[in-house]
């Protein structure tokens, strides 16, 4: 057990028969205000963030030892900040790596519309500034299975063969 963890034995008057750590300090005991004491002697089973003997919330779990007919509990209770610890610690490297495969996506999603998408694009206002400018020479040169950019550009180049044989 660690330091911070806390058992509890005790009757159903609340006295404490014994206590982990510092047994001799708390043994024959009756705190029937205490709120662990109240909780474990109204709810007799169950678990529940509470303050214990010396005032410290803990989350304690606790049960009337087998064949008592319910007059002695034992409880045990870990401080909340310890027990989720390591839950803390696993979310918060969960989030950073979550924010690092957001941030290498969003830079991939970047460059891959550059690459597939934004290239046509400016392939598209680069000969219609041309063709702006005079030269009915020019034609799109993007190919044809680039899905709906591919049909615009193929309707550019049907207009510039068409202002061009005039």
């Known amino acids: 057990l660690s330091p911070e963890t ?3 034995l005790l009757d159903s008057n ?3 028969l014994t206590r982990y750590p510092e047994h001799e300090k708390w043994v024959g005991k009756t705190l029937p205000d205490a709120e662990i004491i109240k909780t474990i002697l109204t709810q007799k089973e169950g678990v529940a963030e509470v303050a214990g003997v010396e005032g410290v919330n803990c989350i304690y779990s606790f049960t009337p030892v087998a064949g008592t007919d319910n007059s002695i509990y034992v409880s045990m209770g870990i401080p909340k900040n ?5 839950i803390n610690r696993v979310f918060i490297h969960s989030i950073i790596i979550l924010f ?3 941030v290498l996506i969003s830079i991939a999603a970047w460059y891959g519309s550059d690459f597939f998408i934004m290239r046509w694009f400016k392939t598209l206002v680069d000969a219609t500034r041309r063709m702006s400018e005079g030269d009915l020479s020019v034609r799109s040169g ?3 299975n680039q ?7 193929q309707a550019f180049d049907h207009m510039a063969d068409a202002l061009e044989k005039r």
């Open 82 to 86: 310890i027990l989720l610890s390591d």
């Open 147 to 153: 899905g709906e950019i591919s049909r615009l550009a």
């Open 14 to 16: 609340g006295t404490i």
């Open 6 to 8: 806390v058992m509890l």
């Open 142 to 144: 993007i190919p044809s």
């Open 100 to 102: 690092v495969i957001t």
